[in-house]
């Protein structure tokens, strides 16, 4: 925009030195064929144009200097076709004589009527204005560096403008003004029409009314916009100093490119700029879009070298949705219908070439507040740090409502392939953003809901660099207890791995997992720890790269859906069916099963999970008598099906220490998938332990037989013996 405002002014400044030029010849020649001759001369021995002036001259010579002219035109050069580059209708311009020899310069109205020019870069990069602009066509060397000068004194910056000790200006009117830029290097076709310049007396220090009028049209893709500006204009000596105050410009465009196919635009504020001290700065600005209302200042230092940029910005209240139908995009889909209806920003900006800090940060989306500062450092290869806050944050209100309900729903998940499935899942090509991504930064949460899971006081520091991300350390208050742990994602390498290490103590387990899957299949404050890695891009790769170890210890809690104590009464009435003997013992009614210590440790090798140790002990009424249940078996992830095997055993506690077991230990089997488990005695390894009791006695019995006898035992059977009372006991 920059380069097509100079070239615009270089047009203009060509144009004024013909006219002046002619004017001057005008004072010695007063032919008016022979002024329209020799300028037209004068233009092609300096352009290589064509300056065809078709219209009357009119000269003036004292007390103002000159020229009016009519129809005007400058051609193209070769090979831009035969349309002239720049016609006017009417260009008049004077200057007074007198006050130029005191070194001040006093011009009157500048008059510009139906002033057109095309601007045209072929796909080549040749234009038919590069030689206007001191610059051959396609030249792209870079001009030779200037020798290394002396800093400048105060009275040489003073000077830096060349511009006259005294300078004013009628006014500026230019009407009916248009411009064609033609670029096919961007395949760029503007047309700028309607053009509308005018302005007051222009005189150093003295404020003037400023308007701007014109109309825009993009080919493609398909724009209209229409633009009014508005201001007092003041010059400062010597144009050392502009200022635009109560400037007003409003913007209105419409396209099918558009959101909403329409769009409003007004800004309002203070503009100065400081030429000498190379300053611009803009206050009290009021920036309106759509239903965006934006205020602040701003104030650019350097601006011609190394700008360095100072902002502050206020954001006012909006609605999100709102804003989103005004410019005709879809509203995002919330659970809550009050979610983002209530969304404003503070931020403070200071920039450079090379850097990017916004601190303070302070933004109020609905009732949470976020605050906190972040630096962007090299935008070539962004690096950013950052340290954020939330002080409470309800995330289940921003989720679409088909979400929540999902996350919230009893029902158990269908298998897979039962139905409809997602996009399968690829973890390398969903981690590629990570290869670009460098973050080093901080978020903490005061309170948080996030797929109804509540927690409070998170700390995470995040750090991202060449495709891996760690979340490291991680920090909660979860369920009365506390969370520990940290994450590694690796995207860098192929297959991406992750691991993950997590540690809980005294987490209530009923609210948690109530809340995290609307039902209560266990209860008890925990104790839990993993330290699980894996490897894959697919879930199905994952699953089956998983390894490590994880552990537990709940205290006085309940499995809901495992009843113990039925399976073993269920299991004492098939035996004694077994033996021929009825029984009149109930079997306790389906209910949960109540447990005092209930404990595993387990490891996970390729997705298939062993455990041998486990352990619930469930109390009695009577304080000294308790059933011991102890496990082992395996779950296999890739497959979702257990296989684990429990023996309950009813147990007395001695009073030297130690436990007792009464009766016979009970086993029972839990198998199938992990969402139909079945739970059911372990007849076939019950008949075996009753046998093997049976045995044990039959041999007790013959060896007191011989011991009441007194019948010495041969070394022989003294061997047999002790093997036989080892292989029962």
Request: proline share 5%; with cysteine; charged share 20%.
């Amino acid at each position: 925009m920059n380069k097509t405002v100079k070239i615009i002014f270089a047009i203009i400044g060509v144009l004024i030195v013909v006219l002046v030029g002619a004017a001057i010849i005008a004072t010695q020649l007063f032919d008016a064929d022979k002024i329209k001759q020799v300028a037209s001369e004068q233009a092609l021995a300096n352009t290589g144009r064509t300056l065809e002036i078709s219209g009357d001259i009119e000269i003036t010579y004292f007390p103002w200097l000159g020229v009016d002219l009519g129809h005007t035109s400058l051609s193209n050069p070769a090979g831009f076709g035969d349309k002239p580059m720049v016609e006017v209708e009417r260009v008049s311009a004077s200057i007074k004589i007198m006050p130029l020899l005191s070194g001040q310069i006093e011009l009157n109205t500048v008059t510009l009527k139906g002033f057109s020019a095309t601007l045209h870069t072929k796909a080549d990069g040749s234009s038919n204005f590069a030689d206007l602009t001191g610059k051959s066509a396609g030249d792209n060397q870079a001009a030779p560096s200037a020798p290394q000068s002396q800093p400048e004194t105060s009275a040489s910056a003073g000077d830096k403008t060349g511009l006259p000790d005294s300078f004013s200006l009628g006014g500026i009117a230019i009407t009916d003004g248009q411009f064609h830029l033609i670029d096919e290097t961007s395949q760029t076709n503007l047309k700028v029409t309607g053009l509308k310049i005018t302005t007051g007396a222009i005189a150093p220090g003295q404020p003037v009314d400023l308007k701007i009028k014109a109309t825009a049209d993009l080919a493609e893709p398909e724009l209209h916009a229409e633009l009014n500006i508005s201001g007092r204009l003041s010059l400062g000596d010597q144009m050392k100093q502009i200022s635009l105050t109560d400037l007003s410009i409003g913007l209105t465009a419409s396209g099918e490119e558009i959101p909403g196919q329409s769009l409003e635009l007004t800004f309002a504020g203070d503009l100065s700029a400081d030429l000498v001290g190379d300053q611009l700065s803009v206050e009290e600005i009021s920036l309106s879009l759509a239903e965006l209302q934006l205020g602040g200042s701003l104030t650019v230092n350097k601006m011609s070298s190394d700008p360095q940029v100072a902002a502050a910005i206020t954001l006012k209240q909006f609605n999100a949705n709102t804003l989103l139908s005004s410019l005709g995009l879809p509203a995002i889909e919330t659970s809550d219908p009050q979610a983002l209806t209530a969304v404003s920003a503070n931020l403070t900006i200071a920039a450079t070439n090379s850097q990017l800090t916004i601190e303070p940060i302070s933004i109020n989306l609905d009732q949470t507040l976020i605050s906190g500062n972040t630096t962007i450092n090299n935008f070539d290869n962004p690096a950013i740090s950052f340290k954020l806050a939330i002080d409470s944050i309800d995330a289940d209100r921003y989720l679409p409502a088909s979400d929540v309900q999902e996350t919230t729903d009893s029902q158990p998940t269908a298998p897979a392939g039962s139905g409809e499935s997602a996009e399968p899942l690829h973890l390398g090509e969903s981690l590629a953003a990570l290869a670009a991504l460098n973050l080093d930064g901080s978020l903490t949460v005061g309170e948080l809901k996030v797929s109804n899971l509540r927690s409070s006081n998170i700390v995470v520091t995040i750090n991202a660099k060449a495709g891996r991300l760690q979340l490291n350390p991680l920090s909660a208050d979860l369920y009365e207890g506390k969370f520990q742990g940290n994450v590694d994602i690796n995207g860098a390498k192929q297959p991406p791995t992750i691991s993950v290490s997590q540690k809980l103590t005294g987490v209530a387990l009923a609210p948690l997992v109530t809340d995290l899957a609307a039902i209560t299949p266990i209860s008890g404050t925990a104790k839990i720890t993993a330290t699980l890695s894996t490897q894959g891009n697919s879930a199905e790769e994952l699953t089956r790269g998983l390894n490590g170890k994880l552990g537990f210890d709940i205290t006085d809690g309940t499995l809901k859906e495992i009843n113990i104590d039925r399976s073993v009464c269920l299991a004492k009435q098939g035996l004694n069916a077994l033996k021929g003997s009825g029984s009149s013992e109930a079997c306790p009614p389906d209910q949960p099963t109540r447990f005092t210590f209930f404990l595993a440790n387990a490891t996970v090798t390729a997705g298939v999970l062993k455990n041998d140790d486990l352990f619930i002990e469930q109390a009695r009424s009577d304080s000294e008598k308790f059933m011991h249940i102890k496990g082992s078996g395996s779950a296999d992830l890739n497959r979702e099906k257990i296989n684990y095997r429990v023996t309950a055993s009813q147990v007395r506690k001695l009073a030297q220490g130690g436990y007792e077991t009464r009766g016979t230990p009970i086993p029972v089997m839990i198998s199938g998938s992990f969402t139909d488990p079945s739970v059911k005695p372990d007849v076939s390894g019950l008949i075996q332990t009753q046998l093997k009791s049976k045995l044990q006695q039959k041999l007790e019995q013959q060896l007191e037989k011989k011991s009441d006898a007194g019948e010495p035992e041969s070394a022989k059977d003294q061997l047999k013996n002790q093997l036989l009372r080892g292989l029962f006991n």
